[in-house]
Structure formats: C-alpha cells, structure tokens
C-alpha cells in the first residue's frame, strides 16, 4: 500500500511539471484582468470603492465562494454538481422547520447540514458506483432537491424568528460580517486540503487519469464519493446562512446558482477535464464574477441583460478552458 500512495503522489507532480507555466500565466492573467477590472470601475463608478460596498460586494459572494471551495475539488475530479442551487434552498427551509419545531438554532443547522451530506453522497455513490453520468446524476438531483423543498414547505417561505439564527447572517466581527469570516476561513480550509493533504492529491490525480490512480492504489470509487459528500454539506451550510440573512428558508432560493459557482470556478483556472485547480484562481475567479454583478447593480442594468452578460461569462471561461487543454497536448 505505502508504494501504491508513492505512486500515487507521483501523478500530480508529474502533471504539474507539463503545465505549470501555463496555469502561471492563466493566474497572472486573472490578476491582470482583475486588477484593470477594478481600477477602471472605481474610476469610472460612484460609490464602488467606498467602504460599505466593499463589504456589501464581499457579503454578495460569500456563499459562491464557499461553494466554489468544493466544486473546485468536484471539476479537478472529473465531475460536477449541479445540484447545489436546489441542496442551498431545501438546507435553508429544513433548517427553519426544524429550528421552529423544536426552539434550537443548533438542531437546525445540524438538520441542514446532515441532509446536504445525504444529498451529495447520494450524488457521489450514484457516480461512482452506478457509473451514472455526473450530468444525469445531478441534473435529477437538482430537481427532486427542489421539489421536496417545495412540498416540505408547502411551496411558502418558512420565516424564522430566532435572534440566534438570525444573528448568523447579520452578525459581524471586526466590523466584518460573519458569512465573509466564513468564507475565508472555507478558502484558507480547502486550500490547504487540495495543496498539502493526501486527499487533494488524490483528486487532482484521479482528474488527470483515473485508471492510473487506481492502479497507484487510489480507492477511486470512495474518494469522488467523499468529495461529493463534503460538496453537500458546505453547500448545505451556504444555505443555512443565506436563509440567516434572510431571515426565511425559500424553497426558490438559490435558482441560477449552480452556474454562478462552476463559472467562477472554470474563470479560476479550474479544468472541466480534471486533474488541474487552484484556490487562488478560485479567489480570484469568485472575486471578477461579484465585481462584475456588483458594478451591474451599481449601474442599474436590467437583469434580462444581466443574464446575458452572466452567460457570456461562463462561455467565455468554458472556451478559455479549452485552449489550455489545447496548448497542454501541444
């Protein structure tokens, strides 16, 4: 087993080394890009630099942001969820009928957050084990999710009145509320799981080739179904939170959301064919996807043409994608 886990160490590393003043460049771009993007807006647009937008903007992309830490690891493996959106709204209306039922903020967000973990490794041993398409698997997620949210909640939101619960969402330390600690504290987590732990090096290898990482010894099977269960239950506990500043679990919550997460992780740098993804690039990528909704918002664009511009994001980040998978086999 000790040279099956050396083989498999040497997977990364050897990926690495083929691409890694690619993925340099496509880093140093986004912070280009990034940097230019938000020179020019607070130029060019009132109030975008002030103090209480930055927090505002922070606040905005809080919940993409912890998402996108697992979707990271669900792309560099190969696979997607699409599910999130329906687990962010179903996790925020159990956690209200459970806190309203029983008096305890604590029940609820344990509720929430176990059935997001069902959730995902439903998702992950469906995948895995069934070798049902990923895309199939949580398209059919993301539907049955929803629609339980609608039946539980008899399709109303479900308001909470607890000062506990609601201190989650409005809570702040340092003058910085408490969903962007969150988020960090996500950020530096998975960060250093994908860079300095057996599995993310797992991952990143079953990404690049799947047969190769089981023949190195790699439990496959098992660990796409664990990246899909911590997938459900930080998913679950975005959801938790978005229903803490809202004061309400809304069982049509979180619609579109699947889409905002993935392309901010594919602006990121991480690959839709696996095997290659950085926190930084997800920082980064989160950070252009809130800038570009926040100036939209500070410019009064009307959301048919936000939705647009949202879309020709994802394109965009799916075709630059491609080119470096094409220049990686040149």
Same mark, same amino acid.
């Given at each position: ?26 880093? #140093? ?169 057996? #599995? ?104 048919? #043409? ?25």
């Amino acid at each position: 087993m000790e040279v099956g886990e050396k083989l498999a160490e040497t997977l990364v590393p050897q990926r690495n080394d083929k691409q890694r003043w690619l993925q340099q460049l496509t880093e #140093y771009s986004l912070i280009v890009i990034f940097v230019l993007m938000f020179v020019t807006t607070s130029i060019f647009v009132d109030h975008f630099f002030s103090i209480e937008n930055m927090l505002g903007l922070a606040l905005s992309v809080s919940q993409i942001g912890m998402v996108a830490c697992t979707m990271m690891f669900c792309l560099a493996s190969r696979d997607f969820d699409l599910s999130v959106g329906s687990t962010v709204a179903f996790a925020g209306v159990l956690c209200a009928m459970v806190l309203n039922a029983t008096g305890s903020t604590m029940l609820g967000i344990v509720a929430a957050v176990f059935a997001g973990a069902v959730i995902g490794w439903l998702n992950g041993a469906v995948i895995a084990y069934l070798r049902i398409n990923a895309l199939i698997t949580t398209l059919a997620t993301m539907e049955i999710v929803r629609g339980l949210g609608f039946i539980v909640s008899n399709g109303q939101a479900v308001g909470v009145s607890s000062d506990t619960f609601i201190a989650l969402g409005g809570l702040s330390l340092f003058g910085v509320s408490l969903p962007i600690w969150v988020t960090l504290l996500c950020f530096i987590v998975f960060g250093v799981m994908l860079n300095n732990t057996v #599995y993310g090096r797992n991952t990143l290898a079953i990404g690049g080739n799947p047969e190769a990482s089981r023949l190195a010894g790699i439990n496959v099977e098992r660990t796409r179904v664990y990246i899909f269960l911590v997938q459900g239950a930080v998913t679950a506990l975005a959801g938790v939170i978005l229903a803490s500043r809202i004061t309400s679990g809304q069982p049509n919550a979180a619609q579109g959301f699947e889409l905002n997460v993935i392309s901010a992780c594919v602006l990121g740098g991480v690959s839709l064919l696996g095997g290659r993804a950085t926190i930084s690039g997800v920082v980064i990528g989160v950070l252009i996807m809130g800038t570009v909704e926040n100036v939209m918002n500070l410019l009064n664009i009307d959301a048919f #043409y936000q939705y647009l511009v949202r879309g020709a994001i994802l394109l965009a980040a799916v075709l630059l994608d491609q080119l470096k998978n094409r220049g990686s086999r040149d």
